[in-house]
């Protein structure tokens, strides 16, 4: 058992199977310290909401901070589960993570950014394109995300579009940023945002990033802006010459929403082991659609009897998020530790009752 310590003590976190550790600093938050560590613990929101970061506590005292029930129940937390991201360690803590790779994250840091341009790709959806300070290369895994850092010490994620390897070619990053209406900073995106205009940026953050060490074929799950790590992790593969299956399901409301639909058909007279899945939830007749219609997660429940022998990555709003983990592991046999997801949580979603 771990060693009793007063809880105004730094500790040890030991991530089990991989046997990786690191040292969590007096009421610093378990996932905190696994970043600053370079550990891969999986985490979305970082705040409470989605329960991304939810895991086994195999031994030791974690006191967590204000989280929703939705995210971690009280009876989950008697059963053992903690949320990584409002968890402090009390003791020195045995965690049991599966998603834990022995491939150390790149470090995280702080740097000002000059929107170099953007256009829109639908009505609600902008093409951000950031440069970055010159000499500066910026490492992340495909399919991580940024932080902006806003006045008043708000902070908002967007997923880089781009593989790491396109800045070569391309230097800066593509962000894909959807209008919330009465947004913060979405606002500022689609009225005020200038040309040249300097941003600040953190990153990167996420455990949405494509496992090299399995040759399961793939099922990408994007509803929405979702798509844009998908992307980065299309140019990946690519890049990577990865011939795993990958069949890509993206859902957007009307057609306009699956709005880089053109990009995705090009990549696939190149790209034989990828096939592709557009639904549309709600088109009008104007739009003239005769594809896939339906929920996206409900789309891959119709097509695949048995997800026993597959991963998943799914992107984008919450409620597709939830929806696909839950019913894929409960009725197509998903191993838990498969799904890898970026749920899109937002004020919104973080302040619902
Ligand atoms: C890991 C991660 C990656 C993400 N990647 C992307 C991405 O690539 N692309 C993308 O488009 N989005 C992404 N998001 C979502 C993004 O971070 C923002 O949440 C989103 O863009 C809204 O930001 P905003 O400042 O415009 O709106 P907010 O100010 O956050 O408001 C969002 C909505 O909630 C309402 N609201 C605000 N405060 C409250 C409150 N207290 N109670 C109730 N309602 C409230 C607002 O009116 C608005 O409609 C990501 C989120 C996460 C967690
Ligand atoms: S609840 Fe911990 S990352 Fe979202």
């Not at 506590?57 to 937390?77: C, D, F, N, P, R």
């Not at 049991?96 to 341009?117: C, I, N």
């Not at 455990?207 to 798509?227: H, N, V, W, Y």
Request: charged share 20%.
């Amino acid at each position: 058992m771990p060693r009793p310590v007063s809880p105004s003590s730094s500790f040890q976190v030991t991530v089990q199977p991989s046997g990786r550790s690191f040292v969590a600093a007096p009421g610093e938050t378990l996932l905190g310290a696994a970043i600053r560590a370079g550990v891969g613990l999986p985490y979305g929101c970082k705040d409470g909401a989605c329960g991304s970061c939810k895991c086994k506590k195999i031994e030791g005292t974690v006191v967590h901070g204000e989280h929703q029930e939705k995210a971690l129940s009280a009876q989950e937390e008697a059963d053992g589960l903690v949320l990584t991201c409002c968890g402090v360690a009390h003791s020195n803590v045995l965690l049991e993570s599966r998603q834990v790779t022995d491939e150390r994250g790149y470090p995280v840091r702080k740097m000002p950014v000059r929107v170099a341009g953007f256009e829109k790709k639908s009505p609600d959806v902008m093409q951000l394109r950031l440069q970055l300070p010159a000499t500066d290369t910026f490492r992340y895994h495909a399919g991580q995300y940024v932080e902006f850092l806003l006045a008043g010490g708000e902070r908002r994620a967007y997923s880089m579009a781009n593989a790491p390897h396109t800045q070569a070619e391309h230097p800066g990053i593509e962000l894909h940023i959807r209008h919330m209406p009465g947004g913060k900073f979405t606002d500022h995106v689609f009225g005020a945002l200038k040309e040249k205009e300097i941003l600040r940026i953190e990153g990167p953050y996420g455990s949405f990033f494509l496992r090299e060490d399995s040759d399961k074929p793939i099922i990408l799950l994007a509803s929405g802006t979702g798509f844009a790590p998908v992307k980065a992790l299309i140019e990946h593969m690519q890049f990577k010459q990865i011939t795993r299956p990958v069949t890509l399901y993206w859902g957007g409301r009307r057609p306009q929403d699956v709005y880089f639909d053109a990009w995705v058909r090009a990549r696939l007279a190149e790209m034989p082991q990828l096939t592709y899945v557009p639904v549309v939830s709600n088109a009008l007749p104007e739009d003239g659609w005769s594809g896939r219609t339906g929920f996206v997660h409900q789309a891959v429940l119709d097509d695949f009897a048995d997800l026993s022998g597959h991963q998943v990555y799914a992107c984008g709003a919450p409620v597709v998020v939830d929806a696909a983990r839950d019913s894929y592991i409960a009725q197509r046999g998903l191993p838990a530790e498969e799904f890898f997801a970026d749920a899109f949580t937002s004020e919104a979603d973080k302040h619902a009752l």
